[in-house]
């Protein structure tokens, strides 16, 4: 199963391996408090991508399939995360205040549809 959380939600039983799925290291978060596994800056958007998001639920669609098109070109850390979901249950951690129109959301759509 794979979740999704903001940085800031409580750690859960369920969650599983906990991985930070943000290029950027969340505004405000102390890197001792934060739990996880595995920071994956590389199946975040790339810079330009997500400077031109900008968390801009009108741009969602269009978004996605840009992002979903870099993770194309990265099989291997997309490999690594259906792995990891094989093993057991899986939390992709954000730091957007934005919860539904967001990269792990966009990423969670796209592994689901990859398993």
Do not use: C
Request: aromatic letters at 10%.
């Amino acid at each position: 199963m794979i979740k999704i959380k903001r940085v800031t939600d409580p750690v859960d039983d369920t969650d599983g391996h906990r991985i930070l799925v943000d290029r950027l290291w969340p505004r405000g978060m102390k890197k001792s408090s934060l739990q996880m596994e595995q920071w994956m800056k590389d199946v975040a958007p790339s810079n330009a991508l997500r400077q031109w998001y900008h968390r801009d639920p009108a741009k969602w669609d269009e978004f996605r399939d840009k992002y979903w098109k870099e993770l194309d070109s990265n099989p291997a850390a997309i490999a690594n995360l259906l792995q990891i979901t094989k093993d057991g249950d899986l939390t992709l951690l954000f730091g957007s205040t934005e919860r539904v129109y967001n990269n792990a959301a966009a990423l969670k759509e796209y592994l689901d549809e990859k398993m």
